[in-house]
């Protein structure tokens, strides 16, 4: 199983990013998808979840901001990020799981500055 994240960079406060996630050895359709992060010195948090049935939850720093998205078909899962602030800071992380199974990408950086 892997998962290849991409479209992490530097953008500047205010701007929008967005993350893309493609899966391979793995039908995304039969596991929950989300994002976490990690900021600098802090603990990986969850960002956002999509659950197999429909349910979406964000971290409520995120809320109206952020938006997740999957694409069973291509296998994918996005991320859009919108008006980013400095504390959006960190390197970002998909995931693709369910009970006890657990995958997670390689991690792609955000960085949040003027």
């Known amino acids: 199983v892997q998962l290849q994240a991409s479209g992490g960079g530097l953008v500047q406060p205010g701007g929008s990013l967005r993350l893309s996630c493609v899966g391979s050895?793995?039908?995304?359709?039969?596991?929950?998808v989300g994002w976490y992060r990690q900021g600098p010195g802090k603990q990986r948090e969850l960002v956002a979840i999509?659950?197999?049935?429909?349910?979406?939850n964000y971290a409520d720093s995120v809320k109206g901001r952020f938006t997740i998205s999957r694409d069973n078909r291509e296998n994918t899962v996005d991320l859009q990020l919108n008006s980013l602030q400095s504390a959006d800071t960190g390197v970002y992380y998909c995931?693709?799981?369910?009970?006890?199974?657990?995958?997670w990408g390689q991690g792609t950086q955000v960085t949040v500055s003027s």
């Open positions: 999509n659950k197999i049935l429909g349910e979406t």
């Open positions: 050895g793995i039908l995304i359709s039969r596991y929950n």
């Open positions: 995931y693709v799981g369910l009970r006890s199974v657990a995958h």
